[in-house]
């Protein structure tokens, strides 16, 4: 029985612990972003070991001092304003859920958020982790285990120092040693040349597993010191028991005796000494006794009795040396943990960039992101991008909202809901603009369109896939599979209202000293970000102000590329006016719904848009009367005549620009989805013939392999029959029949064996018309049309969507007259019972697909279609799960052109999670 007396390191009274410096809020670099746990100094000292007073009065001293000299606020830099301005911490917080140690927790969820790397060496670094890490996670499945890890480096850098660390945070040391040796040989078992980054990386882990080693022999899983092997310790540890066996027996002795003075009969502690508890009235009865504490009644007092002081004495002793011996036991530890320092704070900072990168890979796969380039030598290409704060919203509506899945049956894979409420936007610029002047109605989303831009860009920073789709022209220069972004060193941006009463600072100040800070701060490689550009002020000034602070930044190259959002229609005019800059320039707009008055949410490219004012107006519930008045106004019939005309006229021009843009568009996906649909069909028209060719020489193989077999086996038993006719046994009809299945065989064997068609007798080419059904064993087991007569000897067929020349010769029957042999029609025959022979499951005809992705499985289904296609039936085995793959599969499997209908098996056989393909 271990000794009630004794107390680990870790729950010594606070009083035994030093002063632990409070953590600073400045955030550290990456190599040292760690906690700072409690730990035990060997040299005590007087001041409080209380951490929170500690940080109490490190914050109560600062306060102090900065009222006593006061400090001027400091400038905000205008990246760390843009990051504010673009809700950064949020999305740093959304992708921090995928991290599983408090590292990368700590990088996500810093005071500053993920940090944006200053050069493009670093993102591209960054961006090969994240490719290699969801390569691992998504295809290969093969996640990265980080349970074990925690945050040591600081407690190696204080065991360097002298401090003494507890037993517990030893077993820290030893666990996260352990965890990034079994991290290392995980990554180094896996040959694939994709995730090489990653095994150069953990290359650099030095886990030093005699370390690990010593460390739990020593400790246990709770952090306690174990006496395994240490004699002294485990010598300590058997007199206290002894002791405290002694003790409980004299107390035990005494209660019996004073039955009616004890309150109850327990041994109990007081202040590290065993006492009982007394009748308060009958305390009387123990001579010079000592009284250690009085219950809250009073009707209790616990005594100890003058009999058990010495033992009590003594036990107090041996926990003394029992916790001196475990003091010691530490601190030989903690030396020998201490050299190490600086290989567990690249240990701990190689495993927070893997868990770091892992955690974007994860994020990136939850928004069904796409891969990411940089390029400075191709212009902006982003398609279909959501913001990830909208995305992650509808998820989260989308769960909540969550119906169960469609019937068993219903074969149809359908898009996530969370796609279908956030609308996406494209940005595709040609290569000479260096502004984008976004135009539109209120509400209509062009701030969001701003900010969609500025997140996509940081997030290819930071190196995360984009929120986006894969390029889908079909032109020559199109195809990829990755987004294009040029590299931008720095994102700048005003987005929203900056004044302040307190700085006495208006709306269109606040927005002129944000540009003042970004004209400072941008280089030819920024990107720049304006919302509601002029406003606040004059409208004609405006306008003025915002055309020169655009092209400033355009023709003056002081920014790579410049988004703007504006009402004044006078910036729409750049991209039109007459001197050689217009090229720089660029429209776009926010499309509006003119029929049912309302935002569509989507970006229309080089058409100005129109603010819609009085259609928002009227839609907001605005008084009828105040609406019809501004439109008698607008019309140009009041004051200003010749102004509001022009207006009229620009308003129509761009409704005009828009309906032609719109069917412009709509032909364009036309002849795109034709296009698609033709060079698919081709291919797979192509694949088809391929396929049916290789299968049906494989057919021919396995026949003539089967019928050989079957002759072997027959000329054995006719030997059999002549050995035992020989000796006198067996009969003469047993060798009749054994020599006429021999002779069917053969004749089966010749069939099997025959791989040109010979006709009986010549086909004559003028008993053949245009249209005509004729059979060509070498295309097709069907019948297949005549389209033409090419020549003579040689007929234009038509096969699938494919026309294809054949020889007369080859033609062995014309509308179900057969030209061929009986040996030909017997290989027909034989050839189709072959593929229907088989109506059972068996090992040759199943294949089990569970915990693949629908894109791996389709291969291997490919192959088994091949293998199965003689037995008539395929058996496919991929679970219920969500059953994303069951839909996959089964979509896969209703559109082959080997397979004529899917059924899920009997219940007993696995129902719905198994699929059973008929082939033919």
């Not at 929120?467 to 195809?479: I, K, L, V």
């Not at 761009?654 to 709509?666: F, G, H």
Request: proline share 5%.
């Amino acid at each position: 029985m271990v000794s009630p007396l004794f107390i680990a390191p870790a729950a010594l009274p606070l009083s035994s612990h030093p002063l632990q410096r409070a953590p600073t809020r400045r955030r550290p670099p990456l190599h040292r972003l760690y906690s700072y746990p409690v730990c035990t100094h060997v040299a005590p000292h007087n001041l409080s070991t209380d951490p929170q007073l500690q940080n109490d009065n490190l914050l109560r001293s600062t306060n102090i001092e900065s009222s006593k000299h006061p400090q001027p606020p400091a400038p905000v830099l205008p990246a760390e304003e843009t990051l504010r301005l673009l809700d950064w911490p949020a999305i740093s917080a959304q992708i921090g859920r995928h991290a599983s140690t408090q590292l990368a927790d700590a990088y996500f969820r810093g005071v500053a958020a993920i940090p944006i790397p200053a050069h493009r060496a670093e993102s591209e670094r960054l961006l090969q982790l994240t490719r290699a890490l969801h390569y691992m996670y998504f295809t290969l499945l093969k996640p990265i285990d980080f349970h074990g890890i925690s945050s040591v480096a600081t407690l190696v850098h204080h065991a360097a120092k002298g401090v003494l660390l507890t037993g517990a945070q030893l077993r820290q040391i030893a666990d996260t040693l352990s965890a990034a040796r079994r991290i290392r040989r995980f990554i180094d078992a896996i040959d694939d040349d994709r995730v090489h980054i990653l095994q150069q990386l953990v290359s650099e882990l030095r886990t030093y597993p005699d370390i690990d080693k010593r460390i739990n022999a020593l400790i246990d899983d709770f952090g306690q010191v174990v006496d395994t092997f240490d004699p002294p310790l485990r010598r300590i540890r058997a007199d206290i028991r002894t002791s405290t066996s002694e003790i409980s027996a004299h107390l035990n002795e005494l209660m019996s005796k004073y039955a009616d003075a004890m309150q109850e009969t327990v041994v109990t502690m007081r202040y590290d000494r065993f006492v009982i508890p007394v009748k308060t009235q009958r305390k009387g009865i123990f001579k010079r006794a000592i009284v250690h504490d009085v219950s809250a009644s009073g009707l209790s007092t616990y005594m100890e009795p003058a009999s058990v002081r010495r033992l009590n004495d003594r036990l107090r002793q041996l926990a003394a040396q029992e916790r001196a011996r475990v003091n010691q036991v530490l601190r030989e530890l903690c030396e020998l943990v201490a050299p190490i320092r600086h290989d567990m704070s690249t240990l701990c900072d190689v495993v927070t960039q893997l868990d770091i990168a892992a955690a974007k890979a994860t994020a990136s796969h939850e928004l069904d992101a796409v891969d990411v380039q940089f390029d400075d030598e191709r212009p902006l290409r982003l398609l279909g991008v959501r913001h990830p704060l909208l995305s992650w919203q509808a998820m989260t509506q989308d769960q909540l909202q969550s119906e169960p899945h469609p019937a068993d049956d219903d074969l149809a894979i359908h898009e996530p809901k969370w796609k279908a409420s956030v609308v996406p936007t494209s940005y595709v610029l040609s290569d000479d603009v260096r502004c984008v002047c976004v135009t539109g109605p209120n509400t209509g989303g062009k701030t969001l369109a701003l900010k969609t831009l500025g997140v996509t860009v940081l997030l290819a920073k930071i190196g995360m896939f984009v929120p986006g789709t894969t390029q889908t022209s079909f032109s020559s220069d199109d195809h990829s599979s990755t987004a294009t972004i040029p590299y931008f060193d720095n994102v700048l941006a005003d987005i929203g209202d900056d004044q302040s009463l307190v700085q006495s600072l208006s709306t269109f100040s606040g927005h002129v000293l944000r540009i003042k800070r970004i004209l400072a701060s941008s280089t030819p490689k920024s990107l720049v970000l304006l919302d509601e550009i002029g406003s606040g002020t004059d409208p004609a000034e405006g306008a003025a102000l915002g055309m020169s602070i655009l092209r400033h930044l355009a023709v003056g190259n002081r920014a790579a590329l410049t988004f703007a959002t504006t009402h004044h229609g006078e910036l729409k005019t750049l991209k039109y006016s007459k001197d050689e800059s217009a090229h720089l320039f660029e429209n776009a707009s926010v499309e509006f719904d003119d029929v049912n008055m309302v935002p569509t949410y989507r970006m229309v490219w080089g058409i100005p848009g129109r603010s819609n004012a009085l259609a928002i107006a009227e839609r907001l519930g605005l008084d009828s009367s105040v609406i019809e008045e501004a439109r008698f106004l607008l019309s140009g019939t009041g004051d200003g005549k010749k102004d509001t005309s022009a207006r009229v006229d620009i308003e129509k021009m761009i409704s005009s620009l828009e309906r032609d843009k719109n069917a412009a568009e709509a032909a364009r996906a036309e002849s795109e989805r034709a296009l698609r649909q033709a060079t698919l069909m081709r291919s797979e028209l192509e694949d088809r013939l391929r396929r049916l060719r290789d299968h049906e020489a494989q057919l021919r193989k396995d026949q003539k392999s089967a019928v050989e077999g079957e002759v072997k086996e027959a000329k054995k038993q006719i030997a059999k029959v002549i050995r035992d006719m020989q000796r006198g046994g067996g009969s003469a009809q047993a060798a009749s029949r054994a020599s006429d299945k021999l002779g069917k065989m053969r004749i089966s064997g010749s069939a099997a064996r025959q791989t040109e068609v010979v006709p009986s007798k010549p086909v004559d080419v003028e008993d053949i018309e245009v249209g005509d059904r004729v059979s060509v064993p070498r295309l097709s087991s069907n019948e297949v049309e005549v389209v033409e007569k090419a020549s003579k000897k040689e007929l234009v067929v038509a096969i699938g969507g494919m026309r294809a020349k054949v020889k007369v010769k080859e033609i062995v029957s014309v509308n179900q007259r057969e030209f061929a042999t009986p040996v030909q029609q017997v290989s027909s025959q034989a050839s189709k019972d072959s593929r229907k022979q088989l109506k059972v499951r068996t090992a040759a005809n199943s294949i089990d697909i569970r915990g693949q992705t629908v894109d791996s499985a389709e291969p291997v289904v490919e192959q088994a279609i091949s293998k199965a296609l003689a037995m008539g039936t395929l058996w496919v085995i991929h679970g219920h799960g969500t059953g994303r793959l069951r839909n996959g599969i089964r979509r896969f499997l209703s559109q082959h052109d080997l397979v004529e209908r899917i059924t899920n098996a009997e219940q007993e056989d696995g129902g719905t999670g198994v699929t059973i393909a008929y082939l033919h």
